[in-house]
């Protein structure tokens, strides 16, 4: 067996470990308190609005498209986040018990609009071809909410938007719709400051708590387990992304939600590659990084990249397409998802055959498993 700085956690008696866990449940208890009291996560807004043909006839370039504009309530600030804007067609011709139709169309995004605290309205979309999706949808009595708009930031007061619908046959059939406005509320958002400025915090400290009550000791007789706290505690640090308000005071920059991404995907995964090697380093007293580490590394770096990709060029999209929807529009996205699942089941085969190798090493052992004479 290794020698290495006995954990505390060896000699606790069954009532100090009664007391950690009680003390960790009943904070959980009291965040899930806190949340079911507190402010609503999301506000909504909903708007009707009629689509006349006799006052908006069919364009004779395009007359199977139509074009749709809203305007949002005022009184939206950086606080709001993000924003949504979700469509309901109604009433759109179809009855009950004529069974379920299908209404395929291109949603285009011609123009968005923000007011600013000047009061004056500012352009900052404005349509290309690369803010039209297709959409499909199932109606009855109405047809499935689809959304139109989605901002990874709010910087205006209020917002104008603009957009169309083409290429279908059934563009006569929308003659109501109800638009939906969606919007973190900024009550929720000031409470997420606090939470992750605790967090951040109450890390830290236990950061530095822990490596203070490890520095009269020399690395190289830390166990396998303290080694791997320091470097978890640290990146733990990070993953509550303690550079959070930036996105508040550099509004529209995708540079911040980068940084959170890259804070969680390195976090994560360097909580993967501890069980990798807390399982195989069971009983095994030299670990060199050639045989040791570096297959293990080389698995959960490409589960990294993968998901640092992936994640990354949504939070990119998010804040660049107004009409972007990471559930639908995932064509780009299909060979690295299918990568990133296949790395994550041979990371998980490997997981699977070193608990059990652990296991059965463990039980080797001649006072394993034995009752005390």
Known sequence: METAVQMKMYTLTKR?????????????????????????VLGTDTQHLGVDWTRQPPNPITPNKVTIHGKSTPGWSAFSQELWLACTIINGGFRKGDGSHRLSFSLRVEQVEGLKEAGKWHTLFKGIKNYTHHRKLSCAEQCEQFMVLHLGYVDSQQYKVSFSLEHTSNLSLVTNMTFKWQYFNSQFTQLEIWFRFIFVISTFVSAFLFMQSLQSFAVGDWSIEQKWMSILLTLLVLYNDPLFMLRFLVVGNWFTRFVEVFFEATFLCALLLFWLCSYHGVRKLTRKFTTFYLPKLAIVSFVWLMALTIRAWEEYNSVSDPSYQTQLDTSGFQGLRVTLYISVGLY??????????????????????????
């Not at 100090?16 to 079911?36: D, P, R, Y």
């Not at 085969?349 to 004479?373: D, I, T």
Request: glycine share 8%.
């Open 16 to 40: 100090e470990f009664l007391i950690v866990f009680a003390a960790f449940f009943g904070c959980f208890f009291v965040t899930v308190i806190i949340g079911a009291a507190g402010p609503a």
């Open 348 to 373: 998980l085969l490997v997981l699977a055959y070193l608990f059990v190798r652990a296991f059965a090493e463990m039980n080797n052992l001649p006072y394993f498993g034995e009752e005390e004479q």
